[in-house]
């Protein structure tokens, strides 16, 4: 059911790399989320935005920054990776009856 | 601000028992509640939702009602199997608010057969 899409499902890079985690949803939604999932499993807000050209930080500092110059585009990039940003990256989406779609995840490791 | 607490994990439980995680919420207005379940190697998908208080949410044999006056959305299901092993999510959404839910932590159920 779900049509939001996360790529690459797994990413092994080296300190210091610029990385791009891609998300794209097919179903029109205004609002997008990226989550940060904890080896613990809590989820963190890292960013989130509600349409074309907005975009907001969330909860959790992260040295991350997103883009949304397309309704169904919602990149995250890490300018230089860390051994401290290993984890498990959510992308979500929702429309008007607010239910969050979510992609199946981007698992980072940096070594 | 809105909070959401779930009981700890993990919930282990044999295949066909009784299965209840707690869910208890605190919020400033009239919330929106779902459970999310968290399959491994997989994004969270939508189990159930109630969206005012007494209303019941079920799907696929998982039940929870929304008590306003104990301010909680417990998740229960009468006959667990071992496919249910998955991680559980309580969270909520409040109405005329931001569009930012709130999450539980997250409850880890294992099923044995």
């Known amino acids: 059911e779900a049509d939001i899409y996360q790529t690459p499902r797994y990413l092994v890079i080296g300190t210091g790399k610029k990385i791009t985690l891609e998300c794209s949803q097919t179903m029109g939604h205004d609002k997008m989320y990226w989550y940060q999932q904890d080896p613990g499993m809590e989820l963190h807000l890292i960013h989130y935005?509600?349409?074309?050209?907005?975009?907001e930080k969330g909860d959790l500092s992260s040295e991350s920054t997103v883009s949304r110059i397309r309704t169904e585009h919602f990149p995250l990039t890490l300018e230089s990776a860390r051994p401290s940003h290993t984890s498990q990256y959510l992308c979500a989406s929702t429309g008007h009856n607010e239910k969050l779609f979510f992609g199946s995840g981007t698992q980072l490791s940096v070594l | 601000g809105n909070s959401v607490t779930q009981m700890e994990g993990p919930v282990t439980l044999s295949e066909e028992a009784f299965l209840t995680i707690n869910c208890t919420y605190t919020?400033?207005?009239?919330?929106?509640l779902f459970w999310y379940v968290q399959y491994p190697g997989e994004g969270l998908q939508l189990l159930l939702k109630a969206t005012k208080a007494d209303d019941k949410g079920s799907n696929k044999g998982f039940e929870a009602t929304y008590r306003k006056e104990t301010t909680s959305f417990h998740l229960e299901k009468g006959s667990v199997q071992v496919s249910d092993s998955a991680v559980y999510f309580c969270?909520?959404?409040?109405?005329?608010?931001?569009?930012?839910?709130?999450f539980g932590r997250g409850t880890s159920l294992i099923v044995h057969p």
């Open positions: 969270a909520l959404r409040e109405s005329g608010g931001s569009y930012i839910p709130t």
């Open positions: 935005s509600y349409g074309v050209n907005s975009t």
């Open positions: 919020a400033t207005g009239y919330p929106s």
